[in-house]
């Protein structure tokens, strides 16, 4: 673990990326150094807006904050996370639902690797924000820009 410098990796699907992730972004930022958002995809499924397309959606977004870099990725999360240095997983918790499945999730990674899972308590102002919600909402032609985080606009969506 690299003391000097406090990386936190926040994986997800990130199809499409919320207010609600950008809240974590922005705390997750006060208890670290810097903040990889990682887009995990899986080659056979390509997902809502191709996986090229939310790099560089995010790398725009975040353009102006250096501490915050945008990678994707296949495979595990606790081997991304350790490629870059990790040394924590960030994830976020909306519901007792979320929670039971992100409990399993952090004790399965702790197992494998020993690397910590940070939880944060979704902003009651975003915790009903979903991406799913937001796919189906764009599915029935519903404008979906004031669930994303200003700034962020899609260049391509199926
Ligand atoms: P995954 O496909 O791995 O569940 P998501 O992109 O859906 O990834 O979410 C990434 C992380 O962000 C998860 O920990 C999820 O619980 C959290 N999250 C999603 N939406 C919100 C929200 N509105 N507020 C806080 N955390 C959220």
Redesign the pocket.
């Known amino acids: 673990m690299n003391t000097q410098h406090r990386t936190l990796l926040?994986?997800?699907?990130?199809?499409p990326?919320?207010?609600?992730?950008a809240?974590?972004v922005e705390r997750g930022l006060q208890l670290s150094d810097s903040i990889v958002i990682a887009?995990?995809y899986n080659e056979n499924k390509e997902g809502w807006i191709p996986v090229e397309e939310r790099v560089r959606a995010l790398k725009a977004l975040y353009a102006h904050e250096p501490r915050v870099r945008v990678e994707s990725y296949t495979g595990l999360?606790v081997d991304f996370a350790k490629q870059c240095g990790a040394m924590a997983i960030?994830?976020?918790?909306?519901s007792v639902k979320?929670y039971e499945?992100?409990m399993q999730l952090a004790d399965v990674n702790r197992q494998l690797t020993g690397i910590e899972t940070l939880?944060?308590?979704?902003?009651p102002q975003?915790?009903?924000?979903?991406?799913?919600v937001v796919r189906e909402l764009a599915h029935f032609g519903k404008d979906i820009q004031s669930f994303l985080p200003e700034g962020l606009h899609y260049a391509d969506k199926k």
């Open positions: 926040l994986p997800g699907s990130f199809d990326f919320t207010k609600g992730h809240d974590l887009i995990g999360t960030l994830r976020g918790v909306r979320d499945y992100e939880l944060l308590f979704a902003n975003y915790s009903s924000v979903s991406s799913s």
